[in-house]
Every structure is written in structure tokens, then in C-alpha cells.
């Protein structure tokens, strides 16, 4: 599967200074391992990576840019994080998103794409029999980054990626929770199901529930 060795290579991958400091610092904030308000120092995180201020203000503009990080003059740079509500209408606006999605893929989705999203439900289908949770950890996002590809809407998919990196930080799934994999695999069937079929309808109603049981499922591990 081209996407899950996509998913493969970008965890394999050594990335640039720059890209290293932002996921870590993004990591940090999401998980609130840095709390609000909390002071980035520069020269410490240089000191930290053995890098430049150059590679840590890239990181820190866009960290600013994505609205975590705020910029006070003659002060620094702070932690601004995400409050409760804003996580709140995050969830809210990508179940709205996801539902949107859904109905594009229907419509504008190519006959070698449609193969490919039949080829990963078959391995969705093969690794939940076997329990293998972190195959299908990776599973799991690529079918929901197929989805957001066959869009081929570029902001939609953009914006989608980034909601789904934001909340699997900030409310993680509980894999291990007991039958969460067969819970999951029923509700992705469901919406594989009615996307082959071009049902819209049906697909869009499956889409909102296993979005909502996403959010409930996560809420309760917080």
C-alpha cells in the first residue's frame, strides 16, 4: 500500500532541524507537557538541538502561525496553547469536516482510487483479526488521510491533516481500551461500505457517528 509506506517512511524519516524542533515543541504544548504561558526560551532550546537561532525561530513562527505560540515584544515568545473550548470546537468543526469530505470523495473519487481504499479495508479487515494495534494505528490515519487526498480539495485535506495531528495529541484514541479495534473496523465498514456504493446519505450518517463516538471514546480517557 503506497500510503502506508508513505506512514512508514515519514516516521523512518530524519528530518530537518527546523521540522524536529517544531513536532517536538508541538507535541509538548498539545500534551500540555508545557503549559500555557510558559516562556520559550531561545537560547536554551539552541543550546538543546546544538542549533542556530536561525532553525528555532522557524520553528517558533510557525508554531505562532498555527496559534500555540504568541510573540509579546521585549518579552519573547510564550506558550498560548489551546483552552478547553477551542479544543471543543475543533472536534465539533472536523466532525462537520469529515461529514463534508465524505460527500466529495463520493463524488470525485477516480476508479484507481476507489481500488486503492478497497485494498486498505481489506488490510484494516485482516490486521484487526490479528490484534495488531500498531498496524492499525497507522491504518487507522491512513484511511481517514485516503479519504482527505480523494477530496482533491488541497485546503480541505490540508486542514483536515492538521485537525486530526491536533487531536490525536490533545484527546489520544485508547487503542487498547477492550474492543476498540472491532469497534472501529465496524464503523470504518460502515462508511467504506456506502462510499463504494456512492450512497451519500449513508455515508455522511456513518461518517458524523463514528466521528461522535471518536470524540466520546477520547473524552473518556482524558
Known amino acids: 500500500m503506497d500510503i502506508l ?23 509538548d504544548i498539545l500534551t500540555e507537557r508545557l503549559q500555557k504561558d510558559t ?13 542556530s537561532r536561525t532553525p528555532v525561530r522557524e520553528a517558533f513562527r510557525r508554531l505562532e502561525m498555527d496559534g500555540l505560540v504568541e510573540y509579546i515584544p521585549n518579552r519573547g515568545e510564550f506558550v498560548k496553547g489551546f483552552s478547553r473550548t477551542e479544543i471543543d470546537d475543533m472536534l465539533e468543526m472536523r466532525v462537520e469536516l469529515e461529514t ?3 460527500r466529495w470523495v463520493i463524488e470525485r473519487m477516480t476508479e484507481d ?11 484494516m479487515e485482516f490486521y484487526t483479526k490479528k490484534n495488531d494495534i500498531q498496524k492499525m494505528i497507522d491504518i487507522n490515519y491512513a484511511f481517514h488521510r485516503l479519504l482527505y487526498r480523494y477530496t482533491h480539495d488541497r485546503l480541505l485535506e490540508r486542514t483536515l491533516n492538521a485537525y486530526q495531528i491536533y487531536t490525536n495529541y490533545t484527546c489520544p484514541p485508547n487503542y487498547f481500551a477492550r474492543n476498540f479495534l472491532t469497534k472501529v473496523l465496524e464503523e470504518h465498514r460502515r462508511i467504506y461500505r456506502a462510499i463504494i456504493k456512492r450512497d451519500v446519505e449513508t455515508a455522511v450518517k456513518a461518517t458524523r457517528l463514528h466521528m461522535e463516538r471518536t470524540i466520546k471514546r477520547s473524552i473518556q480517557t482524558l
Open 39 to 51: 516562556r520559550l526560551n531561545e537560547a536554551t532550546l539552541c543550546k538543546m538541538y546544538g542549533a
Open 5 to 27: 509506506k508513505q506512514i512508514e517512511n515519514e516516521k523512518k524519516e530524519v528530518k530537518a532541524l527546523p521540522d524536529r524542533i517544531y513536532d517536538e515543541l508541538l507535541r
Open 113 to 123: 482510487e476507489e481500488k486503492e481504499l478497497s485494498s486498505l479495508f481489506n488490510y
Open 100 to 102: 463534508l469530505a465524505v
